[in-house]
């Protein structure tokens, strides 16, 4: 399924200048048909109330679905771009970690489709997303 094959601690070594880097958003895992990362749930990622803040989760799902398309397209020619995302929040987390893995619902030309389900420390599902991506040809010069 991937055109480009990294390993989770290449995935890390990518710069940290971005919000996933500032979430500390940690890949873990690349399977045959899945990535995993996870992500802590501290005061970076609270909502005033002291949970997980949705948004947060939403970051987590976006990341892991937008590396994914991009290990799915020749990067010299083509981005994979965020083009609509949803998420439903089941359950609060207050401290932790949760763990995000993500799996292809459609890989076309043009569009991706990723499921993302997120789950808390004690491997309840708290959020699932789901995440469509374009692939649009890549500015040349």
Known sequence: ???STFTAA??????KNHLGGLLDIQ??????DFLTATMPVDERTHQPAGILHGGA???LAETLGSIASYMCVDPEKYMAVGLEINANHLRPVKSGLVTGICKPLHIGAKTHVWEIKIYNDKGKMNCISRLTVAVIPKPQG
């Open 1 to 3: 399924m991937w055109f």
């Open 57 to 59: 989760s939403v970051v």
């Open 27 to 32: 890949f873990t895992e690349v399977g045959e």
């Open 10 to 15: 290449q995935l890390n070594n990518r710069p």
